[in-house]
């Protein structure tokens, strides 16, 4: 079946440090790419998403582009800051079906 | 911007015990979901729902769960019989219409965290 793998965390860098956390994914067809982010004691809130392949997902300063060829999707930002903290999660849904997640990734920004 | 809601935030709740979640989703939507996140671990599909009733549901989903829309607003998750291994964050979402902006889009609600002891 359909499956995400992200990179192992957790992931601790410096405000204004460069992020990026892979995302790589199995799927038969053409899947909609997702990042979702869940902040401390919150639910999971939709970032950025992508729905065909070399269309770029942005929202607040994260990025990620669609790669067909390397079945990937990672998510970058040019200068994280502290309220950037959180765990992010790759994801991505067949049509009208359900999510897949990845495993999560914890970021953790110090100041 | 709407928003899925979901009751109670937290439950503590025996073994062996009956556990009904709730959740409003968003009200034009059609597809409803629950997911389920162990604590430091992935989130997990468990079941989708359209039409009134189950379109899909995970291996986790067995006898033990059930779901419900018994109105035009609410949508249950009842546990009959309460695990230990049962103790997770529990995700309510809603999607939209099949096309159209957003239409692959899950909101999710903030979650419910069971408890049991």
């Known amino acids: 079946g359909d499956s995400v793998t992200q990179m192992e965390g957790p992931v601790t860098l410096s405000e204004e440090a460069f992020l990026t956390i892979n995302c790589t994914y199995t799927?038969?067809?053409?899947?909609?790419l997702f990042w979702y982010v869940q902040y401390p004691g919150e639910g999971l809130q939709l970032l950025l998403k992508?729905?065909?392949?070399?269309d770029k997902g942005s929202n607040k300063g994260f990025e990620a582009t669609y790669r067909k060829e390397t079945t990937s999707f990672h998510l970058e930002k040019g200068s994280v800051q502290v309220s950037d903290s959180a765990v992010y999660f790759c994801?991505?849904?067949?049509?009208?079906?359900?999510?897949?997640f990845g495993q999560g990734t914890r970021l953790t920004i110090n100041p | 911007e709407p928003e899925v809601t979901q009751t109670p935030s937290h439950q503590v709740t025996q073994m062996g015990q009956e556990v009904i979640l709730r959740c409003v989703p968003i009200?034009?939507?059609?597809?409803f979901y629950w997911y389920r996140q162990i604590l430091g671990q992935k989130v997990e599909f468990l079941v989708s729902?359209?039409?009134?009733?189950?379109?899909?549901k995970s291996e986790i989903f067995d006898d033990q769960f059930s779901v419900e829309r018994p109105d035009g607003s609410n949508f249950t998750l009842k546990i009959r019989s309460t695990k230990l291994e049962d103790s997770a964050m529990y995700f309510c979402?809603?999607?939209?219409?099949?096309?159209?902006?957003?239409?692959?889009?899950?909101?999710f609600g903030a979650g419910s965290r069971l408890t049991v002891l």
């Open positions: 979402a809603s999607r939209g219409i099949p096309r159209g902006a957003g239409a692959n889009v899950l909101t």
């Open positions: 009200s034009n939507h059609l597809y």
């Open positions: 992508a729905t065909k392949a070399d």
């Open positions: 994801a991505l849904s067949q049509g009208a079906q359900k999510l897949v």
């Open positions: 729902f359209y039409n009134n009733e189950i379109s899909e």
């Open positions: 799927a038969t067809g053409y899947p909609s």
